[in-house]
């Protein structure tokens, strides 16, 4: 069975302060899809990366970067220079790579406020 | 360029009712989900349809039902409420021959009594 554990509840940062998220996850399958989605305080989940267990490099856009660390079965997301549109709740997730990206075990997320 | 609607927004039922969500997917996409996201949790994955047919299923009971017509659009049915039924209902479409990411709706927020 798949499982998705998002340590950090509740995060409170000052606005320019980089923050990082937590992910560990638990699966038996070799081949598997990692994600993060952003659920803003409208409801709807955006999309924000896919990884592949084979890529473990770590990746980089503006301001989000994403560490994978296959050896602890950890995908930590951080955001630097932290701005107040970034408060929301973010949610990692996993998928097996047979069922593509459709059915998703999510985390329970960390909800994030950047205090101005 | 409308993303995935979803209808209603917010509905309120009562125990042992039956209750119908739907869904338009995004223009071009062909494959329909559906989460259950109960207050504080994050979603969990009901069934998925592409071609008209539930492709797969989560850990739901059969009290849950859906169906997918052939303009792609969808609908969750959910047979004789219960209160732990309370919970955001989204909808999230994909391309079948591209599914890197789905792309989600607002939600249907149903309040069970």
């Known amino acids: 069975a798949q499982k998705v554990t998002q340590a950090q509840t509740e995060i409170s940062v000052v606005e320019k302060e980089d923050v990082t998220l937590d992910c560990v996850y638990e699966?038996?399958?070799?081949?598997?899809?990692l994600f993060w989605y952003k659920q803003p305080p409208s409801g709807e989940l955006v999309f924000l990366i896919r990884r592949n267990s084979f890529d473990e490099q770590n990746e980089i856009s503006g301001r989000y970067s994403w560490n994978f660390q296959k050896s602890t079965s950890s995908f930590n997301f951080t955001i630097t220079a932290s701005q107040v549109v970034d408060s929301a709740v973010y949610f990692c997730?996993?998928?097996?790579?047979?069922?593509?990206?459709?059915?998703?075990?999510f985390g329970t997320g960390t909800r994030l406020t950047i205090i101005p | 360029d409308a993303g995935v609607t979803q209808s209603p927004t917010h509905l309120i039922k009562t125990r042992g009712q039956q209750v119908t969500l739907r869904c338009s997917p995004k223009s071009g996409h062909d494959t329909v989900s559906w989460y259950q996201q109960a207050l504080g949790q994050g979603p969990q994955f009901i069934f998925q349809?592409?071609?008209?047919?539930?492709?797969q299923r989560g850990n739901f009971p059969d009290r849950f039902s859906g169906h997918q017509f052939p303009n792609y659009s969808s609908e969750l049915n959910v047979n004789a409420l219960l209160l732990g039924d309370s919970a955001l209902y989204l909808c999230?479409?994909?391309?079948?021959?591209?599914?890197?990411?789905?792309?989600f709706g607002s939600g249907t927020q149903l309040s069970v009594l």
């Open positions: 997730a996993l998928s097996e790579a047979g069922f593509g990206n459709e059915k998703l075990t």
């Open positions: 699966t038996r399958d070799t081949t598997y899809y």
């Open positions: 349809y592409y071609e008209e047919e539930e492709r």
């Open positions: 999230a479409s994909s391309f079948s021959d591209n599914n890197e990411k789905l792309f």
